[in-house]
Every structure is written in C-alpha cells, then in structure tokens.
C-alpha cells in the first residue's frame, strides 16, 4: 500500500517537475514548426507528409513535442540528453569539450542529435524504405531539437542546469530562468498582445520574415555550407545571448517583470523565427533530389 501510495507521489513529482526541463514550451516547438512547414519547398513537402503518421493529419507542428512527451520512458531513456548541451561559465560552445551526456559519451547533446539525425534523414532519397533508421522518429526529433538549440538557456551553464536552478519570480508567480526562457515570455506575450491565440503571434511572424523586421536577415540566417559548422554556429549563438541577455543582471531570488520582458522579447521572437528558417533550410536540402541543392554526405 504504501509503495504504491509513493509511487503515485513519485509519478506526480517527476510529472510536476518535468516542465522545467523541457525545451521551448508547447507553443514555442509549435510556432517553429508552423514556421518551418510555410516555408518547405513541394519535394520536403511530399517527403514530410510522406513520414508523419496518420494521427499528424499531414500536420508537422502537433507532432513537433512528441520528444518531450517520451522523454521520461525508458525506451527512450538516451535521447533525454539530445535537448541541450552544457557549457562551462566561460559564454562559449566548443564541441568537443561540450558535447556528451553526463557519462562522458561523445556526441550526446543538442548538437550532435541534429547532425545525427539530418544524417539519418538523408537515407530517404537515397535508401528510401530500404533506410535502417526510423525516418519518422528523425524527422520528429530534428524539428524538435533544432527549436531547442535556438533557446538561449539550450546552451547555458552546467553549475546551474542552464538557469534551471536559478529560482526567482516571474512577476508575481514563482518561476526559475530557464522556464521564463522556455515558456513565461511567450505566455506573457500571448496574454498581453495576441489576446492568447497563437495563431494572431504567428501571423506577425511570418509577417515580419516576409517583408518586416527581418526580411532582409533572412538569407543570412539560412546559409549554410558546412552543415558540422552551421549547427555549431547556432549553438554559439544561443550561448553567446544566454550571456549577454538571459544571465545578465539576474541572481537567484529577484523578481523578474517589465524591464526584463520588454528587452528580452524580441530575442525569443526572433529566436523561434530563426528555428523555423533553419528548420525548413535543413528539411527542404535534406529532401531535395538534387545532390547540388543538398549536403554532401561527408558532411
Ligand atoms: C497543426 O497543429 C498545431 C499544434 O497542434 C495547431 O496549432 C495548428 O492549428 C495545426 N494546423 C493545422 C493546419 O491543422
Ligand atoms: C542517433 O540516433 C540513434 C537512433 O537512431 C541513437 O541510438 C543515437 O544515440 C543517436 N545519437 C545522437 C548523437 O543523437
Ligand atoms: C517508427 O517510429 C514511430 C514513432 O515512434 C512508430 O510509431 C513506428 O511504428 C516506427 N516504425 C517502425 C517501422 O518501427
Ligand atoms: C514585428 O516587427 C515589429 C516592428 O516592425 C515589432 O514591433 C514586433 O514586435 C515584431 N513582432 C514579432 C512577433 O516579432
């Protein structure tokens, strides 16, 4: 009896805990994808349809979480490192030194897991059925893990679980950073400019990639040549503004509120953009049947 009273506390504990060790929340991960899906070219397209199951109804963006929704089954017990990578307090990213689990395995974190898993999916065009990989599941993990590589706090500090540890107040709710970076910014922009509907948000995103804000940054953000350095890049880049925007000026125990939010939006936002670009970029080469459009596969 009692056990099994424990292991209900214990199920909901590990449940009520699990938010803060996701990556971007359930609307961040969506909005990327969505992003991501207007901008795929026929070939990726077809492709995608192609590898998603039923259930997605042709529909990548609501399978997008499913990397968070198994990351507490044991089958799946190894990918639960592919979410992020830690860094030393020194703002900086450098693969081999900071890419493995915590039992020291090479490659397993955010960036590896997308090198592997572009690699898999490369075996569709040139293996098709005959592809030793479950190409489903390497299409759900890389659209994932490309959004949480572009979550600043992705790529943040190992002393303090990349802010997960750092607990504070968001306005008058308790939080700590990492969550405000995974979802309180963008609940709270929701709730104070988009009347809660995520699909008014992803409007004036797609919006300002066409012709606002960041129309002209767009062809910057998507090339890539060397896909090993392109992914390394975007990891810099996330570590680079954990430290001069999510860490700075935060210490356990503050509260967080307007000045914090006001300055920091528009680097989530233009963060999940950023995911989306990239995303379709790896996803329309990846597909493309033609070996010029794509990576070569020594990449
Ligand atoms: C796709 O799924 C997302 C997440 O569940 C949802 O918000 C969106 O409305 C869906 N889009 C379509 C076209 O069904
Ligand atoms: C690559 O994916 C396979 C599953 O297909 C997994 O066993 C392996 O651990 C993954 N490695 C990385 C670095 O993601
Ligand atoms: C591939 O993975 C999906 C999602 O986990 C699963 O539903 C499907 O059965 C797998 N396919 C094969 C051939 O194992
Ligand atoms: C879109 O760009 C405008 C500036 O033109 C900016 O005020 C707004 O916050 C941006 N919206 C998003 C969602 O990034």
Not at 118 to 136: A, I, K, R
Request: hydrophobic share 40%; proline share 3%; glycine share 6%.
């Amino acid at each position: 009896m009692w056990l099994s009273r424990f292991l209900v506390l214990l199920s909901l504990f590990v449940f009520l805990a699990l938010p803060c060790a996701q990556g971007w929340s359930k609307e961040g991960h969506v909005l990327t994808c969505q992003i991501a899906q207007e901008l795929l070219n026929p070939e990726a397209t077809e492709a995608v349809q192609d590898l998603l199951p039923e259930s997605a109804g042709g529909n990548l963006s609501a399978l997008c979480v499913w990397p968070d929704q198994i990351r507490l089954w044991s089958k799946y017990r190894w990918a639960s490192p592919l979410h992020y990578a830690n860094t030393p307090d020194t703002c900086s990213f450098l693969y081999k030194r900071d890419c493995h689990n915590t039992a020291g395995e090479a490659d397993m974190c955010v960036v590896g897991a997308i090198r592997n898993f572009t690699t898999q999916l490369m075996t569709y065009t040139t293996q098709g059925f005959d592809s030793p990989y479950n190409l489903t599941e390497a299409l759900l993990f890389l659209s994932h893990f490309v959004g949480d590589i572009h979550q600043p706090l992705h790529l943040g500090f190992a002393s303090d679980e990349g802010g997960n540890t750092i607990e504070l107040r968001w306005f008058r709710r308790k939080s700590n950073l990492h969550h405000v970076w995974d979802r309180d910014i963008i609940l709270t922009a929701l709730a104070d400019y988009y009347d809660k509907d995520s699909a008014l948000l992803l409007q004036e995103l797609q919006r300002n990639l066409t012709h606002g804000i960041w129309s002209n940054n767009v062809p910057t953000w998507e090339r890539c040549v060397i896909i090993k350095s392109c992914i390394n890049k975007w990891a810099e880049e996330s570590i680079d503004l954990a430290c001069k925007w999510a860490y700075e000026g935060v210490e356990a125990g503050i509260t967080l509120s307007e000045d914090y939010f006001d300055s920091r939006l528009p680097i989530v936002m233009e963060r999940l953009a950023q995911g989306g670009v990239r995303l379709a970029m790896l996803l329309n080469r990846v597909f493309s049947q033609d070996a010029a459009q794509g990576f070569a596969s020594s990449t």
